[in-house]
């Protein structure tokens, strides 16, 4: 079996996939633009072949690189990178060599927030008010349906980027004055904790992991307002989430595939969908997986690729929470760590440095905290915070 890895050195956690599909015989053929001797050893160690090229942004550069690993091992069974930012790109690449998994055509409804929409209200699920809003009288009449305060993001966008919130006319011109150069959705704000449903699901489109988080702040807060981050994992399930995540699933038709779905529960107690986004759950999420779970998630996605049995996953153990902090003048890194290991050493699973290009969502330093008692992550997580 010839898998393609797309940019398997980044985000580094990813070298688990290479590890795990190696030790399940798959070929596991690298392609990125990272210098050979750069890679991770475990990583360099786990491909059969690894083809760099100059730029992958280029895509006659990556065609060709397919184009040799096919010539070289025969016909490609996968090409994936599992990175928001590759997803169009691989779909192309899937396409052009009659890959299976995710085609060209399958790329607007997960892609662009308004297909989105409609493919949720097919599954009868609630979502915001939104509107393509190209102009400031689109915006305006919007506005008079739904008031103030509204979201303006991209209408294929990643994550919180260029996401704004806006609550005033002022702020509405402010926009049209300043915004990127690209289609914008408007959609009503809606109040309320962002829980997430996440998974893997198998050949058939039946879900085999599954998970939700919590989110204590919005993304688009924490990257707009430069504040912390704290999320954390639900031992279970609420049965409405589950009830719309696994029709969610269903409606968008996915397999071999990771998912990341985020709804906001309002002060009512209802679930409203906010977007799908079919690739893991981002930072050190899947980490938090294996941590929560006593699980290897790679090793559980390696097998179902080579086509061997999952097996069963067990009950969630653990309570596990992610804490990332942002760079404040005055703080230390080093030493609010010091003062986190010194009081809460048994519940701290791992800390350290986040690359930057996750630091807007994700914070500069980051713990994860794990503990069968959720007061105790609450407890430590809240005295991180307070001393960061």
């Not at 999420?285 to 097996?311: H, P, R, T």
Request: net charge negative.
């Amino acid at each position: 079996m010839n898998y393609v890895f797309v940019s398997p050195n980044f985000p580094t956690n990813f070298k688990h996939f290479a590890v795990a599909l190696n030790k399940e015989g798959v070929n596991v053929l690298g392609l990125g633009s990272d210098s050979y001797d750069s890679l991770d050893p475990y990583l360099r160690d786990s491909l059969t072949e690894y083809y760099r090229v100059d730029d992958m942004e280029d895509y006659e550069q990556m065609l060709r690189a397919c184009g040799y690993f096919t010539f070289k091992y025969g016909k490609l069974d996968y090409i994936e990178s599992h990175n928001e930012h590759w997803i169009e790109q691989d779909a192309r690449l899937r396409t052009d060599f009659n890959v299976r998994g995710l085609k060209n055509m399958d790329i607007p409804s997960i892609k662009t927030k308004s297909r989105m929409k409609e493919h949720f209200r097919n599954a009868g699920i609630p979502v915001p008010r939104g509107k393509i809003v190209p102009t400031i009288e689109d915006a305006k009449s919007f506005i008079s349906e739904v008031g103030y305060p509204v979201c303006a993001k991209p209408d294929n966008g990643v994550g919180a980027t260029n996401t704004y919130k806006i609550s005033n006319l002022e702020e509405m011109e402010h926009f049209y004055l300043t915004k990127p150069d690209t289609e914008y959705i408007m959609e009503e704000f809606i109040k309320g904790e962002i829980h997430t449903f996440d998974g893997l699901a198998d050949g058939k489109g039946n879900i085999v992991f599954k998970n939700s988080f919590i989110f204590g702040t919005c993304v688009m807060e924490t990257v707009n307002d430069g504040l912390n981050q704290f999320y954390f994992n639900q031992k279970t399930i609420p049965e409405d989430l589950l009830e719309y995540g696994v029709k969610t699933i269903k409606e968008f038709n996915l397999r071999e595939r990771f998912f990341h779905i985020e709804f906001f529960r309002t002060d009512e107690d209802n679930l409203v969908a906010l977007e799908i986004n079919v690739r893991p759950p981002g930072g050190l999420s899947l980490d938090m997986f294996n941590y929560a779970n006593d699980i290897d998630i790679y090793q559980k996605y390696a097998l179902m690729v080579s086509g061997k049995d999952v097996g069963d996953f067990p009950e969630t153990i653990y309570h596990c929470g992610y804490v990332g902090i942002k760079k404040r003048i005055g703080i230390e890194f080093y030493r609010t760590s010091k003062l986190a290991h010194e009081r809460f050493n048994d519940l701290i699973v791992t800390d350290g440095t986040i690359a930057s290009i996750f630091s807007a969502a994700l914070g500069d330093y980051s713990y994860i905290l794990k503990s069968e008692d959720f007061e105790e992550v609450r407890n430590a997580a809240d005295f991180i915070l307070n001393n960061s």
